[in-house]
């Protein structure tokens, strides 16, 4: 060190003519993330609480769906008759003639044969009025060709009127495009409130004295404790519950789902596509007296509509088995238009999951294009299983009651959240108190900028999520700013 290394770094006191240029370093604090989490984890509760409590309550009663429809349309589902199974060509026959008579208006869109003895075939038909992905199903009874009823289905599960009433409920509140708002705010915010809890918990068990307490509800306390401890601890219980949820459910909102389907495809995770484009001359068979014409072809192309005999449904089958189709549990899907292929799907969704799906020819029974589920891609398995996990479909009823007690469970968490808030209310006051605001402003810049830069990468991500969040920061230093403590934060107390 040099002689002019030892001078003071400041000049004395005499000398100084005028305030100082340079400002006081910012007052940074320890627990400033903890304080900013317990803020976070509070004010998500408090208001994206009932989001999460109406999306919980009805997909605990979704998840049980698939066992309730089998009681509840067990007419409709099962076939009395033991003989074999009659040509899909008869059954369409009696459930086209079911239909000329009931709904005449209706168009053929695809067939489910039977998967298995005492199960009906499904003939579905397209109908105006109805949903996206809806149509009509005329349950046949496959050893007789006996119509055993009629009822409306909806997506690749087939889900009958009382799963889809629960499914649109808790999709959309019945309020179309507004309302998955909804759902997508509350997917979101619960990935988020499911982490900050558990930082939370993190930060508490350090400092607990009874551990066994943040693990278990504890017991000889009452008030504010007994339902903190049941908070804390049943919260770490649902956690990777919680995660599951909030992150296969965004897959299926607008936003989000949006940019989940980009991100796959860049990554080149998606699903593979089945190609139904026929070359050279466009033809169909003719249908003779049999013949039902499916639909109209695409707007803006100048192509003729298919003509579709349900003696093909037993011919493009059988090319289908003989490719790479082996599930009992199939669609058979006509062309709208005369130079598109046939298809036929796999849809067992339970495990281990059959969803292999072929493109005929029906000029000469040829193979078009095919897709094959052992060649999906790691994520683009992941993506399938999980999907059908949060919908109850696969692993069956183990899964549904699964399903059914963690949204239970999460529901039970908004609750406790709540008597928590009510419980801490000052003497005298209709509300409970929140945790003290000004995290961001004790901590250092890096980690307020960090917030703030997260916000807005996730807000890209996942608008839903990100607008809010980022609404969240600026009002809470806004209030902050307004109403500012001279003391330090708050413990992290129970």
Same mark, same amino acid.
């Given at each position: 060190?040099?002689?002019?290394?030892?001078?003071?770094?400041?000049?004395?006191?005499?000398?100084?003519?005028?305030?100082?240029?340079?400002?006081?370093?910012?007052?940074?604090?320890?627990?400033?993330?903890?304080?900013?989490?317990?803020?976070?984890?509070?004010?998500?509760?408090?208001?994206? /609480?009932?989001?999460?409590?109406?999306?919980?309550?009805?997909?605990?009663?979704? +998840?049980?769906?698939?066992?309730?429809?089998?009681?509840?349309?067990?007419?409709? $589902?099962?076939?009395?008759?033991?003989?074999?199974?009659?040509?899909?060509?008869?059954?369409?026959?009696?459930?086209?003639?079911?239909?000329?008579?009931?709904?005449?208006?209706?168009?053929?869109?695809?067939?489910?044969?039977?998967?298995?003895?005492?199960?009906?075939?499904?003939?579905?038909?397209?109908?105006?009025?109805?949903?996206?992905?809806?149509?009509?199903?005329?349950?046949?009874? #496959?050893?007789?060709?006996?119509?055993?009823?009629?009822?409306?289905?909806?997506?690749?599960?087939?889900?009958?009127?009382?799963?889809?009433?629960?499914?649109?409920?808790?999709?959309?509140?019945?309020?179309?495009?507004?309302?998955?708002?909804?759902?997508?705010?509350?997917?979101?915010? $619960?990935?988020?409130?499911?982490?900050?809890?558990?930082?939370?918990?993190?930060?508490?068990?350090?400092?607990?004295?009874?551990?066994?307490?943040?693990?278990?509800?504890?017991?000889?306390?009452?008030?504010?404790?007994?339902?903190?401890?049941?908070?804390?601890?049943?919260?770490?219980?649902?956690?990777?519950?919680?995660?599951?949820?909030?992150?296969?459910?965004?897959?299926?909102?607008?936003?989000?789902?949006?940019?989940?389907?980009?991100?796959?495809? +860049?990554?080149?995770? /998606?699903?593979?596509?089945?190609?139904?484009?026929?070359?050279? #001359?466009?033809?169909?068979?003719?249908?003779?007296?049999?013949?039902?014409?499916?639909?109209?072809?695409? #707007?803006?192309?100048?192509?003729?509509?298919?003509?579709?005999?349900?003696?093909?449904?037993?011919?493009?089958?059988?090319?289908?088995?003989?490719?790479?189709?082996?599930?009992?549990?199939?669609?058979?899907?006509?062309?709208?238009?005369?130079?598109? +292929?046939?298809?036929?799907?796999?849809?067992?969704?339970?495990?281990?999951?059959?969803?292999?799906?072929?493109?005929?020819?029906?000029?000469?029974?040829?193979?078009?294009?095919?897709?094959?589920?052992?060649?999906?891609?790691?994520?683009?398995?992941?993506?399938?299983?999980?999907?059908?996990?949060?919908?109850?479909?696969?692993?069956?009823?183990?899964?549904?009651?699964?399903?059914?007690?963690?949204?239970?469970?999460?529901?039970?968490?908004?609750?406790?959240?709540?008597?928590?808030?009510?419980?801490?209310?000052?003497?005298?006051?209709?509300?409970?108190?929140?945790?003290? +605001? /000004?995290?961001?402003?004790?901590?250092?810049?890096?980690?307020?900028?960090?917030?703030?830069? /997260?916000?807005?990468?996730?807000?890209?991500?996942?608008?839903? $999520?990100?607008?809010? $969040?980022?609404?969240?920061?600026?009002?809470?230093?806004?209030?902050?700013?307004?109403?500012?403590?001279?003391?330090?934060?708050?413990?992290?107390?129970?």
């Amino acid at each position: 060190m040099t002689a002019t290394d030892s001078r003071p770094t400041t000049a004395p006191a005499a000398e100084s003519s005028g305030p100082p240029s340079i400002r006081p370093p910012r007052n940074t604090q320890r627990g400033w993330f903890g304080q900013f989490l317990l803020r976070l984890h509070f004010y998500a509760g408090l208001f994206i /609480g009932p989001f999460i409590l109406i999306a919980a309550l009805s997909g605990a009663v979704y +998840a049980l769906g698939p066992t309730i429809e089998q009681g509840m349309y067990r007419h409709e $589902l099962t076939a009395p008759s033991t003989a074999a199974a009659k040509p899909l060509a008869e059954q369409i026959d009696a459930a086209q003639a079911y239909v000329d008579q009931h709904h005449p208006e209706d168009t053929l869109a695809a067939v489910r044969p039977a998967p298995e003895q005492g199960s009906t075939t499904r003939v579905m038909y397209s109908e105006a009025g109805l949903m996206e992905s809806q149509n009509r199903a005329v349950f046949i009874d #496959p050893g007789t060709a006996q119509v055993r009823g009629d009822l409306l289905v909806y997506g690749t599960s087939g889900a009958l009127p009382f799963r889809t009433w629960v499914d649109t409920f808790h999709r959309s509140l019945f309020l179309g495009d507004i309302g998955r708002l909804y759902s997508e705010t509350a997917a979101s915010w $619960l990935g988020v409130v499911a982490l900050a809890g558990l930082g939370l918990w993190v930060i508490r068990i350090r400092k607990a004295r009874a551990k066994r307490d943040m693990v278990r509800p504890a017991r000889g306390v009452r008030g504010y404790r007994r339902i903190f401890s049941w908070h804390a601890s049943t919260g770490v219980w649902l956690l990777l519950g919680a995660l599951f949820l909030s992150a296969t459910g965004i897959t299926w909102s607008h936003y989000g789902g949006g940019s989940v389907d980009q991100l796959r495809s +860049a990554l080149s995770w /998606g699903t593979p596509a089945l190609a139904t484009t026929l070359t050279g #001359p466009d033809a169909t068979p003719d249908g003779g007296e049999h013949a039902l014409h499916h639909g109209s072809p695409a #707007p803006g192309t100048d192509a003729e509509p298919a003509t579709i005999t349900p003696a093909l449904f037993d011919e493009v089958l059988g090319a289908a088995k003989a490719a790479n189709i082996h599930s009992s549990e199939l669609q058979i899907s006509p062309p709208a238009a005369a130079d598109q +292929a046939w298809t036929v799907a796999e849809i067992k969704r339970s495990y281990p999951t059959a969803v292999n799906s072929v493109a005929i020819d029906s000029r000469d029974m040829s193979v078009v294009s095919e897709t094959n589920f052992d060649t999906f891609s790691i994520p683009a398995k992941l993506a399938q299983w999980g999907i059908d996990t949060h919908m109850g479909t696969m692993w069956g009823l183990p899964n549904q009651i699964l399903l059914f007690i963690t949204a239970l469970g999460i529901a039970a968490m908004v609750v406790f959240g709540y008597v928590m808030w009510w419980k801490r209310r000052p003497n005298g006051k209709r509300f409970g108190k929140s945790p003290a +605001a /000004g995290a961001l402003t004790r901590a250092p810049w890096w980690g307020s900028g960090l917030v703030a830069v /997260g916000a807005i990468i996730i807000g890209a991500f996942l608008p839903a $999520l990100g607008v809010t $969040l980022l609404a969240f920061v600026v009002i809470d230093v806004l209030i902050t700013n307004r109403t500012a403590t001279p003391h330090g934060p708050p413990a992290l107390s129970k």
